[in-house]
């Protein structure tokens, strides 16, 4: 792929900065071959060149797409590079919150400077168990693989955790082994996983330190070595240290500190135990004061060393021995203040009584002399003699300190070595798993000898990392069958063999040490001759000759020279340490003892190989004691510790420090690049890139990448089709490979299939949009069409309406107006008509005058006129006529001439002729119309002059008669005139009077407006007063209603709050109880497993007890085997050997005590509870006295009467054999003879008659004792001993029996009446209150409702009503349905009596026909005796032998298969026969018996359950029989709350004799275990399928796509062959449901079980989801949703949408929520606040933290999205845990449910083989 088609606009790069180390452009032009410039776009908006390097022409790193960004492993990006790493870090580190990252073998953890909740034993069970690559990055998920590699490949594990100083190795360490202490247990009860991490905070006191970079920085490496054996328990553990910082006992820097310990040690100087230590504040002290802060914000040193001195003691180091080490410790800060002075300049002194001097001395149990005086003197030895010298200051002192850091030095080893023999394992160890916590690459402005030692280290471990990493790559290649090539990477052999090699640095070290005036100068010049010329990776700085640089393979690092003598050598005088050695302080002597006996903790009895800094101290030359450098040791310890690496299987883990300052999730690019480049991610990272880092499944690139291809190209074989599609996709053959089982990638050729991938959809994107927005749009307009067409006919409607009643209205007003109008107009028109007539007659009298004159006057002026203007006229006319005439002719003549000569011109041609003539015809035409027009035009004329003329005729006749007639009015005018002038007067004195009565009328009207006015004023006053009165009025009734209602609501809520309360409190309760007993049985079978072992292993002298051989009369208690099991257990205690572990057997004694406790305590209830019902026994027996001797005395009576009936049998007896022995001969006596027969049958059916006899009398003294009671008021006792003496006097026993059977039916009959009439009247009244409360009810409702439909408008009263009428009609249907279905059921069950009993009279008539054989005679002399036998009326009790209740149990528990049971037999048979047992025991009236099976029957149960407690059918089975024994016992226990549901029958079979409510808690305790027992089964069973079956498995094909993916490979989502799917969950379900429905459980229990299911499927799944960052996407959300519906789906088939479950969904509903919802703006904030109400917090902020967009198309949520979530859900009061419990179980309840099974009808199949039971 050229460069061309990549460095195109828009693409993303990175370049280098100076700040940021790189920094993100954009292309705003194409790159051109050639072209030595970029035209980049920051992210800020400014553009700028990047110059291209002239001579290489390297191009910038091109930057990953945006969904390749934040991957959990940085092997998965397209782009390997420095920048594509740091950048994934950060984004991960800041805006997700992810401190963990994968690189493909390595684990990079950057320390966040905070606590996080994400190490929890939550989290630990959720990565147990579980691959690397399925959940997200995590230092558990390293220790699981750790642990799995170990016992799958059983092969030995190390974990190497490196990095600087505060980067977090220890804590990851750490958790890694509480990792393995947590999955893995102990398999002792030594409990040395406690052990184990209780050895972190001893050497955190003692190994750890303040610095500057670190609050508790390890200033020493360690290898702990955790021991397992076969069965991969931890057994033991084993640590090396490396390098300790003794330097630090004498010196710290500024803000640093000297070990914990000794600041804990100050800090707890006022305990008592203490005070002889004679220690104060840290200030006090020289070595503890040199940083001047003591104090770390947050520590508390004094609870720190309570946690020490605990852990010392879990240990195994007693008192006394800490006391030892506390006053070693103490003696140290006491020598680092002893002040030493100058006596001159060769020699120095410590003054006399020195205090702390002393101190020490005492402490240490030495001499103060000796002590003063080798502190100032040293002993110089030669070959011939040996003399003492004395020291300056500066030497004293450096001996002094010297003295201190060694005797801390064996104060540390000693402490290390006890640590491993308390850790040390009894047992053979099987394999191991090393956890290595070593110093990173450290590089400083000053480096001396450690960081030389440390960087050393390094170097060889960066060695092992890239040759583990080398080798992986290759058997990857090697196992897919790809052409492997040479992968070029840096080989730091060259560096060690400068370090360690012959001539080496340490060599030449170790030899200058030797020399006897050695210095640093020298050897400095020894490195320069040796190794300036020869070695490239050495060389000298230029401004120095005391210092050197090495060429690391993270960086140049200068070393100064100084101090590496003194610090190789690590010298010490060694008659300071004499003077120890002579010491009264065992601990001190022994510090110093030979190492062979002392510091050595296992010997050579273990074996083992232990790793010390420490040279060999096993041989006896103590000359040699202090010679072996620190180096040569540190090197022989490396090579030992990469020995034992490189023999086990290798995993790392990088720790970064983000920044420099200890800020909370700050990231500092330079400080984390130095670090990557020192720790070798980058390296592994370039490794990755050399080769084909992305490897891609052929099923996952067929799966991510199908929409590149056609639907020709895909084939029936995915591999084939994967080539063909990336043959034509990518060109260049060797971009990629195929191997056997994947596609090999080369760098860069994902992100190009991505953007292809993308071009795609986002062409199919804009097509679906295009058309989605179309079909939406003409979705739109057509509803938008029909909702206007729709508005306007409404509207055209109403305003025709409106039209239609205003034209109405409009009419209506016409009319009234027009009637109006016309009346007002009639009137006026009348007053007006008589005005008008008078003043008509007037006036138009004197107008016809003035007209007339007119007339006359115009008439004459017209005459003069006419004649003036006709002579005028004519004289004009004359004048024009004659110059008109003159001017035409003269016109004509000059017209007529000029035609003349035209015409003679045209005369000449045809043409003329034609056109003359045309014009001449055409001239005819129009003068001829012409001439019709004037003819019609005169006759016109005429017409109408003719008219004028008649006219004018009949208008003249009319003028003479209205000029008579206005003659006539003249001459009346003037006789009226007179009349008018009287007239006028009048109405001028009208006018007057109607002036003045307007003018008081308007006085009136004033008066009255004025009046109106003010009465209108106070009306409205009155009004407004009303008003207010009423709106008081209203808002006090409102204010009364609302408080009322506010009352009601409080009361409500608080009622509801308190009933919450109390349920939860209950619930709470049930849980904590339901704890217990889970404990309670886990304590048990640990006891039972412990009692079998010792009982495996412990001798056996002579025979023992069993548990058998107790006697029933030690079972005074509920657990009495439980107690006879641990008294059994106490007693193989005593027997067991000394050998024996003692713990184990302490704390089985204390176990017993606490049984025996128990069982007293137990005991003493029992017995309290005994006298209690024996006080209630007495009270009833002195209640009942007279009842009783009426039984006793009736007993005697039928005792008497059985003696003779007895007689009468035997004297019949005795003559049947008279008559035989004298009617037959010898033979017919013999037995088998017919006669014999006949008599065995007689005496068979006489003993059986006899029994029934007895029964009948039991049954009737029973009966006769309640008669008694019911009728003691009627009758005396005299009565019953009249009857008695009545009886006595009859001396025939015939008249007896008939007397006696006659007295019984009677009384049966009587009874059975008395019982039925009862029933019967007791039946209808309680029919008939039921159906009066029933019609109290409807009353009321009806009352209700009538009230309610009042208050509503008509049109809802009226649907109201309808809906009622529903509502009733619906109910009355359902109670008629309801009906319907009794009375076809009692149908069904009389036609099944019906065939019953006519198949029993069938048998009863062939029976009585067979009885007769054919061969027999009426003469045979001898026939059988028929006696008549009534049928037996079962009781329901089943009756067994003492010696049957093992067998009984035997068959009916530990060997029943429930399959067989639960499919042919009826629910609860065990059960049922059981109680049927029981109830026969009761009857009896044994306490033993009773007692004994309910004991036995309990035990039996638990075993059965802890033989096949994994078998979910078969604790299903015991769960459903053991509730049905409970709910037995309540239901026959005579407790009327029980009785409710009973029919008389099961009344009558109630428990008589015993109160079983103890056992039924007992009970109760089982079920729950048997409960809880199924719960764990189904959830072991559910457990592996949840995961793949809702997360991981597609159930919607192709919505969401699979990216990219590192080395850590996850769980495929495609349905392989085994994998599980939601099908799988819903047919485990199925059949968890189908088996509980077949063994009979409670539905209401099966709905508990279900709730649980769902919860456990719920829980399992949200907890992986926020545990899983590829999960947390758009498209699975839907997926998840899709998956929940199925599930409640399969709720509704079986009608459990009302137990619960669904509820349980409710937080993994929620989340899939959050997943698909906007996540932008201020109202998605707010709707996902209010939406995720059953999520918390923190997991609220993890899911949109791991929100992932699978496409370009989606997009990250933003920081300050999730930063607005946080602050709106800050007042939340909630758990901050951020998993949900997995382990919580509900508390369940065993509601009553009563059985309408009756006990008699019970047939016992064979197939139990309880042939000894016997019906009764």
């Given at each position: 792929m050229a460069a061309s088609e990549l460095?195109?606009?828009?693409?993303?790069?990175?370049?280098?900065?100076?700040?940021?180390?790189?920094?993100?452009?954009?292309?705003?032009?194409?790159?051109?071959?050639?072209?030595?410039?970029?035209?980049?776009?920051?992210?800020?908006?400014?553009?700028?060149?990047?110059?291209?390097?002239?001579?290489?022409?390297?191009?910038?790193?091109?930057?990953?797409?945006?969904?390749?960004?934040?991957?959990?492993?940085?092997?998965?990006?397209?782009?390997?590079?420095?920048?594509?790493?740091?950048?994934?870090?950060?984004?991960?580190?800041?805006?997700?919150?992810?401190?963990?990252?994968?690189?493909?073998?390595?684990?990079?953890?950057?320390?966040?400077?905070?606590?996080?909740?994400?190490?929890?034993?939550?989290?630990?069970?959720?990565?147990?168990?579980?691959?690397?690559?399925?959940?997200?990055?995590?230092?558990?998920?390293?220790?699981?693989?750790?642990?799995?590699?170990?016992?799958?490949?059983?092969?030995?594990?190390?974990?190497?955790?490196?990095?600087?100083?505060?980067?977090?190795?220890?804590?990851?360490?750490?958790?890694?082994?509480?990792?393995?202490?947590?999955?893995?247990?102990?398999?002792?009860?030594?409990?040395?996983?406690?052990?184990?991490?209780?050895?972190?905070?001893?050497?955190?006191?003692?190994?750890?330190?303040?610095?500057?970079?670190?609050?508790?920085?390890?200033?020493?490496?360690?290898?702990?070595?955790?021991?397992?054996?076969?069965?991969?328990?931890?057994?033991?553990?084993?640590?090396?240290?490396?390098?300790?910082?003794?330097?630090?006992?004498?010196?710290?820097?500024?803000?640093?500190?000297?070990?914990?310990?000794?600041?804990?040690?100050?800090?707890?100087?006022?305990?008592?135990?203490?005070?002889?230590?004679?220690?104060?504040?840290?200030?006090?002290?020289?070595?503890?004061?040199?940083?001047?802060?003591?104090?770390?914000?947050?520590?508390?040193?004094?609870?720190?060393?309570?946690?020490?001195?605990?852990?010392?003691?879990?240990?195994?180091?007693?008192?006394?021995?800490?006391?030892?080490?506390?006053?070693?410790?103490?003696?140290?800060?006491?020598?680092?203040?002893?002040?030493?002075?100058?006596?001159?300049?060769?020699?120095?002194?410590?003054?006399?009584?020195?205090?702390?001097?002393?101190?020490?001395?005492?402490?240490?149990?030495?001499?103060?002399?000796?002590?003063?005086?080798?502190?100032?003197?040293?002993?110089?030895?030669?070959?011939?003699?040996?003399?003492?010298?004395t020291i300056p200051k500066i030497q004293a002192t450096n001996a002094r300190d010297a003295l201190a850091k060694h005797i801390y030095a064996k104060l540390f080893n000693w402490i290390v070595d006890h640590v491993n023999k308390a850790l040390h394992a009894n047992v053979k160890q099987h394999s191991f798993i090393g956890v290595l916590d070593i110093y990173g690459f450290e590089t400083f402005e000053i480096n001396s000898f450690e960081q030389f030692c440390i960087n050393y280290a390094n170097e060889k471990l960066q060695q092992q990392f890239n040759m583990h990493v080398f080798k992986l790559e290759q058997e990857e290649y090697m196992k897919e069958q790809i052409p492997w090539t040479l992968i070029d990477?840096?080989?730091?052999?060259?560096?060690?063999?400068?370090?360690?090699?012959?001539?080496?640095?340490?060599?030449?070290?170790?030899?200058?040490?030797?020399?006897?005036?050695?210095?640093?100068?020298?050897?400095?010049?020894?490195?320069?001759?040796?190794?300036?010329?020869?070695?490239?990776?050495?060389?000298?700085?230029?401004?120095?000759?005391?210092?050197?640089?090495?060429?690391?393979?993270?960086?140049?690092?200068?070393?100064?020279?100084?101090?590496?003598?003194?610090?190789?050598?690590?010298?010490?005088?060694?008659?300071?340490?004499?003077?120890?050695?002579?010491?009264?302080?065992?601990?001190?002597?022994?510090?110093?003892?030979?190492?062979?006996?002392?510091?050595?903790?296992?010997?050579a009895t273990t074996g083992k190989r232990v790793l010390s800094v420490k040279p060999d101290k096993g041989r006896p030359s103590s000359s040699k004691e202090h010679k072996k450098t620190v180096g040569l040791q540190f090197r022989n310890s490396l090579h030992l510790l990469m020995e034992t690496l490189n023999a086990t299987t290798p995993h790392y883990v990088r720790c970064i420090k983000p920044n420099d300052f200890k800020h909370a999730f700050t990231f500092d690019p330079k400080r984390a690049v130095q670090q990557l480049r020192a720790c070798g991610v980058l390296e592994t990272i370039r490794i990755s890139a050399a080769g084909f880092p992305s490897r891609w499944t052929y099923q996952e690139f067929f799966s991510r990448y199908r929409v590149l291809m056609k639907q020709k190209d895909v084939l029936a074989d995915k591999k084939l089709t994967c080539k063909n599609v990336l043959e034509q996709l990518v060109q260049d053959p060797d971009k990629y490979q195929f191997g056997k089982t994947k596609i090999f990638f080369r760098a860069g050729q994902v992100a190009y299939l991505e953007k292809l991938r993308a071009d795609k959809l986002r062409a199919a994107c804009i097509r679906i949009q295009?058309?989605?927005?179309?079909?939406?749009?003409?979705?739109?307009?057509?509803?938008?069409?029909?909702?206007?067409?729709?508005?306007?006919?409404?509207?055209?409607?109403?305003?025709?309406?409106?039209?239609?009643?205003?034209?109405?209205?409009?009419?209506?007003?016409?009319?009234?107006?027009?009637?109006?109008?016309?009346?007002?107009?009639?009137?006026?028109?009348?007053?007006?008509?008589?005005?008008?007539?008078?003043?008509?007659?007037?006036?138009?009298?004197?107008?016809?005058?003035?007209?007339?004159?007119?007339?006359?006057?115009?008439?004459?002026?017209?005459?003069?006129?006419?004649?003036?203007?006709?002579?005028?006229?004519?004289?004009?006319?004359?004048?024009?006529?004659?110059?008109?005439?003159?001017?035409?002719?003269?016109?004509?003549?000059?017209?007529?001439?000029?035609?003349?000569?035209k015409l003679k011109i045209e005369a000449r041609s045809v043409e003329h002729y034609k056109k003359l003539n045309i014009g001449m015809e055409n001239k005819i035409m129009q003068l001829q119309r012409r001439i019709d027009e004037q003819s019609k035009d005169n006759r016109a004329m005429n017409e109408r002059l003719n008219g004028l003329e008649s006219s004018h005729a009949v208008e003249s006749e009319r003028l003479r008669k209205e000029l008579t007639r206005l003659r006539t009015a003249e001459e009346e005018a003037k006789t009226n005139a007179n009349k008018v002038t009287s007239l006028l007067e009048e109405l001028a004195r009208l006018r007057k009077e109607l002036q003045t009565t307007q003018s008081e009328k308007k006085v009136i009207e004033d008066w009255a407006e004025k009046y109106r006015d003010e009465m209108e004023k106070m009306v409205a006053e009155l009004k407004d007063q009303n008003g207010m009165l009423k709106t008081e009025k209203d808002d006090l009734n409102r204010l009364i209603q609302e408080q009322s209602l506010q009352m009601t609501e409080k009361m409500q809520r608080a009622l509801q709050e308190e009933t919450q309360q109390l349920e939860s409190d209950l619930n709470e309760e049930r849980s904590r109880y339901q704890n217990l007993l889970t404990e309670h049985l886990r304590l048990e079978e640990r006891y039972d497993d412990l009692k079998e072992s010792i009982s495996v292993n412990a001798p056996k002298p002579g025979h023992r007890r069993t548990d058998s051989t107790h006697s029933s009369n030690e079972s005074e208690s509920t657990y009495i085997s439980e107690f006879a099991e641990s008294e059994e257990g106490s007693r193989a205690g005593e027997d067991m050997t000394r050998g024996g572990d003692m713990s184990t057997f302490l704390k089985m004694q204390k176990r017993v005590t606490e049984l025996e406790q128990e069982k007293h305590s137990l005991q003493n209830e029992l017995d309290r509870k005994e006298e209690q019902f024996q006080r209630a026994r007495a009270r009833d027996d002195e209640e009942h006295k007279k009842a009783r001797g009426a039984e006793l005395e009736y007993e005697s009576l039928k005792r008497q009467e059985l003696d003779s009936e007895n007689k009468k049998l035997k004297h019949d007896l005795n003559e049947m054999r008279q008559l035989l022995g004298g009617n037959a001969g010898a033979n017919t006596s013999v037995p088998g003879s017919p006669a014999y027969k006949v008599l065995l049958d007689q005496l068979n059916s006489s003993n059986e008659e006899l029994e029934v006899r007895k029964e009948e009398v039991l049954i009737l003294r029973s009966q006769l004792v309640s008669q008694k009671e019911a009728m003691q008021h009627k009758e005396t006792m005299t009565e019953p001993m009249a009857h008695t003496e009545d009886i006595r006097k009859m001396k025939d026993a015939g008249e007896i029996t008939q007397a006696y059977i006659g007295l019984k039916d009677t009384n049966r009959l009587l009874e059975s009446q008395l019982q039925t009439q009862r029933r019967s009247h007791d039946n209808e009244v309680e029919v008939l209150r039921g159906e009066l409360q029933s019609m109290k009810e409807e009353n009321n409702r009806q009352q209700q409702l009538l009230a309610q439909n009042l208050q509503l408008p008509p049109e809802a009263r009226i649907e109201a009503s309808l809906q009622h009428e529903i509502t009733r009609l619906t109910n009355e249907n359902l109670d008629l349905m309801e009906q319907l279905e009794k009375q076809d059921k009692t149908v069904r069950k009389l036609k099944k009596q019906l065939k019953v009993f006519a198949k029993k009279i069938g048998e009863l008539e062939g029976g009585q026909v067979e009885s007769v054989s054919p061969g027999q005679t009426v003469d045979e002399p001898i026939r059988p005796v028929n006696i008549p036998r009534r049928e037996k009326d079962f009781q329901g009790m089943l009756e067994y032998k003492k010696e049957d209740e093992l067998k009984l149990v035997k068959n009916l528990i530990l060997e029943l298969k429930p399959r067989g049971v639960a499919v042919n037999l009826i629910p609860g048979l065990p059960a049922y026969i059981l109680f049927m047992c029981l109830r026969h025991a009761d009857y009896v009236n044994d306490d033993q018996k009773v007692r004994s099976l309910l004991t036995c029957t309990i035990n039996s149960i638990k075993k059965i359950l802890k033989k096949r407690g994994d078998d979910f059918e078969t604790v299903s089975f015991w769960l459903s029989n053991t509730c049905r024994f409970l709910h037995c016992l309540k239901q026959y226990s005579g407790d009327e709350q029980f009785m409710k549901h009973n029919s008389n029958k099961q009344n009558d079979h109630c428990l008589s004799n015993f109160d079983l409510a103890e056992y039924r808690q007992v009970l109760s305790d089982l079920a729950i275990q048997i409960y809880q027992q199924l719960i764990k089964c189904m959830e072991n069973i559910l457990q592996p399928m949840i995961v793949s079956g809702m997360l991981e498995h597609e159930t919607i094909q192709g919505v969401s796509g699979i990216k990219p993916t590192g080395l850590r490979k996850r769980t495929s989502s495609i349905a392989d062959e085994g994998t599980y799917t939601l099908e799988s969950i819903l047919r485990q379900l199925n059949s968890f449901h189908s088996i509980m429905c077949q063994h009979g459980t409670d539905p209401e229990l099966i709905k508990q079980v279900v709730k649980q299911q769902f919860y456990i499927i719920g829980a399992v799944t949200l907890n992986n989801?926020?545990?899983?960052?590829?999960?947390?996407?758009?498209?699975?959300?839907?997926?998840?949703?899709?998956?929940?519906?199925?599930?409640?789906?399969?709720?509704?088939?079986?009608?459990?949408?009302?137990?619960?479950?669904?509820?349980?969904?409710?937080?993994?509903?929620?989340?899939?929520?959050?997943?698909?919802?906007?996540?932008?703006?201020?109202?998605?904030?707010?709707?996902?606040?209010?939406?995720?109400?059953?999520?918390?917090?923190?997991?609220?902020?993890?899911?949109?933290?791991?929100?992932?967009?699978?496409?370009?198309?989606?997009?990250?949520?933003?920081?300050?999205?999730?930063?607005?979530?946080?602050?709106?859900?800050?007042?939340?009061?909630?758990?901050?845990?951020?998993?949900?419990?997995?382990?919580?179980?509900?508390?369940?309840t065993f509601p009553f449910n009563p059985s309408s099974l009756a006990l008699e009808t019970i047939q016992i199949p064979t197939s139990l083989n309880l042939n000894f039971l016997t019906r009764v």
């Amino acid at each position: 792929m050229a460069a061309s088609e990549l460095y195109t606009k828009f693409a993303r790069v990175w370049i280098p900065d100076a700040e940021e180390v790189w920094k993100s452009a954009e292309l705003v032009k194409d790159y051109n071959q050639g072209d030595g410039v970029l035209q980049l776009q920051l992210e800020d908006g400014e553009e700028i060149e990047h110059k291209l390097d002239p001579k290489t022409k390297n191009l910038p790193h091109l930057r990953n797409p945006d969904i390749l960004v934040g991957e959990n492993d940085l092997t998965a990006l397209s782009y390997l590079h420095e920048p594509a790493v740091l950048h994934n870090l950060k984004v991960r580190f800041i805006d997700s919150k992810l401190i963990y990252t994968y690189c493909g073998i390595v684990l990079v953890a950057i320390n966040p400077y905070e606590n996080l909740p994400i190490y929890g034993s939550d989290i630990i069970n959720a990565y147990s168990g579980q691959n690397m690559g399925d959940m997200d990055p995590h230092i558990f998920a390293v220790a699981e693989e750790a642990y799995k590699q170990m016992a799958r490949d059983e092969r030995n594990q190390s974990i190497i955790v490196s990095g600087e100083s505060g980067a977090g190795k220890t804590v990851s360490a750490k958790y890694a082994m509480r990792y393995f202490a947590t999955v893995s247990g102990s398999a002792s009860e030594a409990n040395v996983e406690e052990k184990v991490l209780a050895s972190n905070p001893i050497m955190e006191s003692i190994g750890n330190a303040k610095t500057t970079r670190n609050d508790n920085s390890s200033r020493f490496g360690k290898y702990i070595e955790i021991g397992f054996d076969r069965r991969y328990h931890i057994i033991g553990a084993n640590m090396r240290t490396y390098l300790l910082e003794k330097s630090r006992v004498v010196f710290q820097a500024d803000e640093e500190r000297n070990y914990h310990i000794f600041y804990q040690l100050c800090a707890s100087s006022h305990l008592p135990e203490l005070k002889a230590l004679k220690l104060g504040s840290a200030n006090d002290f020289l070595y503890t004061k040199q940083g001047g802060n003591p104090v770390i914000d947050g520590v508390n040193d004094a609870k720190e060393m309570s946690n020490t001195r605990q852990a010392f003691t879990l240990l195994g180091i007693n008192e006394s021995y800490q006391m030892g080490l506390f006053h070693i410790l103490a003696a140290i800060l006491h020598l680092g203040n002893v002040e030493v002075k100058d006596r001159d300049a060769d020699s120095s002194t410590i003054p006399p009584n020195n205090g702390h001097l002393t101190t020490f001395c005492e402490l240490m149990g030495v001499t103060y002399q000796d002590m003063s005086h080798w502190l100032c003197h040293k002993k110089l030895k030669t070959a011939t003699e040996t003399y003492i010298k004395t020291i300056p200051k500066i030497q004293a002192t450096n001996a002094r300190d010297a003295l201190a850091k060694h005797i801390y030095a064996k104060l540390f080893n000693w402490i290390v070595d006890h640590v491993n023999k308390a850790l040390h394992a009894n047992v053979k160890q099987h394999s191991f798993i090393g956890v290595l916590d070593i110093y990173g690459f450290e590089t400083f402005e000053i480096n001396s000898f450690e960081q030389f030692c440390i960087n050393y280290a390094n170097e060889k471990l960066q060695q092992q990392f890239n040759m583990h990493v080398f080798k992986l790559e290759q058997e990857e290649y090697m196992k897919e069958q790809i052409p492997w090539t040479l992968i070029d990477f840096y080989d730091n052999q060259p560096c060690i063999n400068l370090i360690e090699a012959k001539m080496g640095i340490l060599d030449l070290l170790d030899e200058e040490c030797k020399m006897p005036k050695g210095s640093d100068d020298s050897w400095a010049q020894k490195l320069y001759n040796t190794h300036l010329k020869t070695c490239a990776l050495f060389q000298k700085p230029r401004m120095s000759n005391r210092a050197f640089i090495i060429q690391h393979f993270a960086d140049k690092v200068e070393y100064q020279c100084d101090g590496f003598l003194e610090k190789n050598k690590d010298t010490v005088n060694e008659e300071q340490i004499h003077v120890l050695k002579a010491s009264k302080f065992d601990l001190l002597v022994e510090l110093f003892q030979d190492e062979g006996k002392a510091t050595t903790p296992t010997g050579a009895t273990t074996g083992k190989r232990v790793l010390s800094v420490k040279p060999d101290k096993g041989r006896p030359s103590s000359s040699k004691e202090h010679k072996k450098t620190v180096g040569l040791q540190f090197r022989n310890s490396l090579h030992l510790l990469m020995e034992t690496l490189n023999a086990t299987t290798p995993h790392y883990v990088r720790c970064i420090k983000p920044n420099d300052f200890k800020h909370a999730f700050t990231f500092d690019p330079k400080r984390a690049v130095q670090q990557l480049r020192a720790c070798g991610v980058l390296e592994t990272i370039r490794i990755s890139a050399a080769g084909f880092p992305s490897r891609w499944t052929y099923q996952e690139f067929f799966s991510r990448y199908r929409v590149l291809m056609k639907q020709k190209d895909v084939l029936a074989d995915k591999k084939l089709t994967c080539k063909n599609v990336l043959e034509q996709l990518v060109q260049d053959p060797d971009k990629y490979q195929f191997g056997k089982t994947k596609i090999f990638f080369r760098a860069g050729q994902v992100a190009y299939l991505e953007k292809l991938r993308a071009d795609k959809l986002r062409a199919a994107c804009i097509r679906i949009q295009k058309t989605i927005r179309c079909w939406l749009a003409r979705k739109k307009y057509l509803r938008m069409k029909k909702a206007a067409i729709n508005i306007q006919r409404h509207v055209r409607g109403y305003q025709a309406r409106r039209l239609v009643k205003f034209m109405r209205r409009t009419r209506a007003a016409i009319i009234i107006q027009k009637y109006q109008r016309m009346y007002t107009e009639r009137t006026r028109f009348k007053r007006k008509k008589a005005a008008a007539l008078a003043m008509q007659c007037i006036l138009r009298a004197y107008m016809a005058r003035q007209h007339y004159k007119g007339l006359v006057r115009e008439h004459k002026a017209v005459l003069i006129q006419k004649m003036v203007r006709g002579w005028l006229a004519r004289q004009w006319y004359k004048r024009s006529l004659e110059a008109i005439v003159y001017l035409q002719c003269c016109f004509r003549r000059m017209k007529a001439r000029r035609e003349l000569k035209k015409l003679k011109i045209e005369a000449r041609s045809v043409e003329h002729y034609k056109k003359l003539n045309i014009g001449m015809e055409n001239k005819i035409m129009q003068l001829q119309r012409r001439i019709d027009e004037q003819s019609k035009d005169n006759r016109a004329m005429n017409e109408r002059l003719n008219g004028l003329e008649s006219s004018h005729a009949v208008e003249s006749e009319r003028l003479r008669k209205e000029l008579t007639r206005l003659r006539t009015a003249e001459e009346e005018a003037k006789t009226n005139a007179n009349k008018v002038t009287s007239l006028l007067e009048e109405l001028a004195r009208l006018r007057k009077e109607l002036q003045t009565t307007q003018s008081e009328k308007k006085v009136i009207e004033d008066w009255a407006e004025k009046y109106r006015d003010e009465m209108e004023k106070m009306v409205a006053e009155l009004k407004d007063q009303n008003g207010m009165l009423k709106t008081e009025k209203d808002d006090l009734n409102r204010l009364i209603q609302e408080q009322s209602l506010q009352m009601t609501e409080k009361m409500q809520r608080a009622l509801q709050e308190e009933t919450q309360q109390l349920e939860s409190d209950l619930n709470e309760e049930r849980s904590r109880y339901q704890n217990l007993l889970t404990e309670h049985l886990r304590l048990e079978e640990r006891y039972d497993d412990l009692k079998e072992s010792i009982s495996v292993n412990a001798p056996k002298p002579g025979h023992r007890r069993t548990d058998s051989t107790h006697s029933s009369n030690e079972s005074e208690s509920t657990y009495i085997s439980e107690f006879a099991e641990s008294e059994e257990g106490s007693r193989a205690g005593e027997d067991m050997t000394r050998g024996g572990d003692m713990s184990t057997f302490l704390k089985m004694q204390k176990r017993v005590t606490e049984l025996e406790q128990e069982k007293h305590s137990l005991q003493n209830e029992l017995d309290r509870k005994e006298e209690q019902f024996q006080r209630a026994r007495a009270r009833d027996d002195e209640e009942h006295k007279k009842a009783r001797g009426a039984e006793l005395e009736y007993e005697s009576l039928k005792r008497q009467e059985l003696d003779s009936e007895n007689k009468k049998l035997k004297h019949d007896l005795n003559e049947m054999r008279q008559l035989l022995g004298g009617n037959a001969g010898a033979n017919t006596s013999v037995p088998g003879s017919p006669a014999y027969k006949v008599l065995l049958d007689q005496l068979n059916s006489s003993n059986e008659e006899l029994e029934v006899r007895k029964e009948e009398v039991l049954i009737l003294r029973s009966q006769l004792v309640s008669q008694k009671e019911a009728m003691q008021h009627k009758e005396t006792m005299t009565e019953p001993m009249a009857h008695t003496e009545d009886i006595r006097k009859m001396k025939d026993a015939g008249e007896i029996t008939q007397a006696y059977i006659g007295l019984k039916d009677t009384n049966r009959l009587l009874e059975s009446q008395l019982q039925t009439q009862r029933r019967s009247h007791d039946n209808e009244v309680e029919v008939l209150r039921g159906e009066l409360q029933s019609m109290k009810e409807e009353n009321n409702r009806q009352q209700q409702l009538l009230a309610q439909n009042l208050q509503l408008p008509p049109e809802a009263r009226i649907e109201a009503s309808l809906q009622h009428e529903i509502t009733r009609l619906t109910n009355e249907n359902l109670d008629l349905m309801e009906q319907l279905e009794k009375q076809d059921k009692t149908v069904r069950k009389l036609k099944k009596q019906l065939k019953v009993f006519a198949k029993k009279i069938g048998e009863l008539e062939g029976g009585q026909v067979e009885s007769v054989s054919p061969g027999q005679t009426v003469d045979e002399p001898i026939r059988p005796v028929n006696i008549p036998r009534r049928e037996k009326d079962f009781q329901g009790m089943l009756e067994y032998k003492k010696e049957d209740e093992l067998k009984l149990v035997k068959n009916l528990i530990l060997e029943l298969k429930p399959r067989g049971v639960a499919v042919n037999l009826i629910p609860g048979l065990p059960a049922y026969i059981l109680f049927m047992c029981l109830r026969h025991a009761d009857y009896v009236n044994d306490d033993q018996k009773v007692r004994s099976l309910l004991t036995c029957t309990i035990n039996s149960i638990k075993k059965i359950l802890k033989k096949r407690g994994d078998d979910f059918e078969t604790v299903s089975f015991w769960l459903s029989n053991t509730c049905r024994f409970l709910h037995c016992l309540k239901q026959y226990s005579g407790d009327e709350q029980f009785m409710k549901h009973n029919s008389n029958k099961q009344n009558d079979h109630c428990l008589s004799n015993f109160d079983l409510a103890e056992y039924r808690q007992v009970l109760s305790d089982l079920a729950i275990q048997i409960y809880q027992q199924l719960i764990k089964c189904m959830e072991n069973i559910l457990q592996p399928m949840i995961v793949s079956g809702m997360l991981e498995h597609e159930t919607i094909q192709g919505v969401s796509g699979i990216k990219p993916t590192g080395l850590r490979k996850r769980t495929s989502s495609i349905a392989d062959e085994g994998t599980y799917t939601l099908e799988s969950i819903l047919r485990q379900l199925n059949s968890f449901h189908s088996i509980m429905c077949q063994h009979g459980t409670d539905p209401e229990l099966i709905k508990q079980v279900v709730k649980q299911q769902f919860y456990i499927i719920g829980a399992v799944t949200l907890n992986n989801l926020l545990l899983r960052k590829d999960m947390c996407s758009w498209s699975k959300g839907m997926q998840i949703r899709y998956n929940v519906s199925q599930l409640e789906e399969w709720l509704r088939e079986k009608n459990l949408m009302n137990c619960g479950a669904k509820e349980t969904l409710e937080p993994l509903i929620q989340a899939a929520q959050l997943l698909q919802v906007k996540k932008k703006t201020d109202e998605d904030a707010e709707a996902i606040c209010s939406m995720c109400n059953a999520l918390t917090t923190a997991q609220i902020v993890k899911v949109l933290n791991l929100y992932t967009p699978l496409n370009e198309f989606e997009e990250r949520v933003s920081v300050t999205f999730i930063r607005t979530i946080q602050t709106r859900l800050r007042d939340r009061m909630e758990s901050p845990q951020l998993l949900m419990d997995t382990k919580m179980i509900y508390p369940v309840t065993f509601p009553f449910n009563p059985s309408s099974l009756a006990l008699e009808t019970i047939q016992i199949p064979t197939s139990l083989n309880l042939n000894f039971l016997t019906r009764v």
